[in-house]
């Protein structure tokens, strides 16, 4: 019988498994961000998942101390995964958690694992680093389970308790121990993996499925483009036959679709296999950037409207709409390649946070009243704010004769004024 679960780690993933957690068990959320911690004491969410009356009428305990969880005998480890510059897993928040918790930790206890990795992480990297800082013998003492997490920021239509939930476990009774406090929250209900590595491998599949799938919408882009027709035009069309898969072009960045695909070919690689596939779709969509940046450049060049004076607005800089995550931003990357051209983009994104965009990227964002005039407007990331007033705005946002890169392919080209340039993936 589970009687305290500590939920390490109150991102975008942690904190709503928290929340939904506490409302049938005895549960303390851990982050080591003290700032984190004390906006949401306070009710306050940056990352725009949880309301703040859910989160005050919460009877879930936050805390930034680690001897908090002492007494916990059910762990939850929620932190991110990411790659590094060469586009390797970085495993050292997840080892970092693992040495955190570790010490708290007492016979008889269960650590799931939500966070993205590759078939077999769980037990060859965090079950001996828990071993070590611990004293107890994993498989033993304490038991291992593997649950993907599979929150999508900002979808209102499937939060946690709506989407089936993968569980695993190292042997068949902490299976169903897991299974059973996950079904208390699940809605959808819970599908046992029969291996922690099957779970695993489950989760980085997923989003490497749709990570090809968009390659191969990016490169019909570009053959769209050089034969002279709209990617939007040719996927209604086909998107008309019952087993058309729907997926769209566009910058994949984030935390998952351009990530995951890493860890699973990093691990097929140490194995001695080469994933061709994924690498090959990997490629097109890290190009994307470039490709946008260098068509507007032509079309700029084409047009003899660039020179020292052309301004170009990037309207979007997280990396999907409707949050304001900006972890592995594919429109920095667009910022970027823009800048090697010699053009200083001028950008503005309501939902972010403006500091947190210079210290983590140096580009400093205008406001609204300052992003006009522009030679160039690329529409990058369709906020519902934005949308909600486009069609008032792009007149003072364009300049007469301008350029309008629309990458997602959100607006009607024919509401444009007529001497508007229009271009879309």
Not at 104 to 126: D, K, L, Q, Y
Not at 210 to 226: T, V, W, Y
Not at 299 to 315: E, Q
Not at 367 to 379: C, Q, S
Request: net charge negative; proline share 4%.
């Amino acid at each position: 019988m589970v009687k305290r679960i500590a939920v390490c780690g109150l991102g975008y993933v942690g904190l709503p498994v928290a929340v939904a957690f506490a409302r049938r068990f005895d549960v303390i959320g851990f982050d080591v961000d003290k700032r984190r911690i004390e906006r949401l004491k306070e009710g306050d969410d940056w990352t725009g998942e949880i309301e703040r009356d859910v989160l005050l009428a919460s009877p879930l305990t936050f805390t930034d101390s680690v001897q908090a969880l002492e007494g916990c005998d059910f762990f939850v480890v929620a932190v991110p995964t990411p790659v590094d510059e060469r586009n390797n897993p970085d495993f050292s928040l997840l080892v970092r958690a693992c040495q955190s918790i570790g010490p708290v930790m007492r016979a008889g206890c269960i650590v799931v694992f939500e966070s993205t990795v590759h078939p077999g992480a769980t037990e060859e990297i965090c079950g001996p680093e828990l071993e070590k800082v611990s004293g107890l013998r994993c498989g033993i003492d304490f038991k291992l389970g593997y649950s993907p997490e599979r929150i999508n920021p900002g979808d209102r239509e499937h939060p946690l308790e709506k989407i089936v939930k993968i569980v695993s476990g190292q042997d068949e009774e902490s299976l169903e121990i897991i299974a059973g406090v996950y079904e208390k929250i699940i809605d959808a209900g819970v599908h046992r993996a029969s291996s922690i590595k099957v779970a695993e491998a489950a989760k980085v599949l997923e989003n490497t499925q749709r990570d090809i799938n968009i390659a191969l919408m990016n490169e019909m882009s570009k053959i769209c483009d050089l034969v002279g027709i709209r990617t939007s035009e040719v996927l209604t069309a086909a998107g008309t036959k019952w087993n058309f898969l729907k997926f769209t072009p566009g910058l994949v960045g984030g935390h998952c679709i351009g990530v995951d695909p890493y860890y699973l070919t990093s691990k097929a690689q140490e194995l001695g296999y080469h994933p061709e596939v994924i690498l090959s779709g990997r490629r097109i969509n890290d190009g994307m950037a470039n490709h946008v940046a260098s068509r507007v450049v032509q079309t700029l060049a084409r047009n003899g409207g660039l020179n020292a004076s052309t301004r170009v607005g990037i309207l979007g800089m997280t990396f999907k709409e409707n949050v304001p995550d900006i972890r592995n931003s594919k429109v920095v990357d667009l910022y970027k390649a823009l800048g090697s051209y010699g053009i200083t983009p001028v950008a503005c994104d309501p939902m972010v946070d403006s500091d947190q965009m210079e210290h983590e990227y140096g580009i400093k964002l205008v406001e609204r009243d300052g992003f006009r005039d522009l030679d160039v407007l690329i529409l990058a990331v369709p906020h519902r704010e934005t949308m909600d007033t486009i069609w008032e705005d792009i007149p003072h946002l364009v300049k007469r004769g301008g350029m309008v890169c629309d990458l997602k392919s959100v607006l009607d080209s024919k509401r444009l004024q007529s001497d508007l340039v229009y271009w879309t993936l």
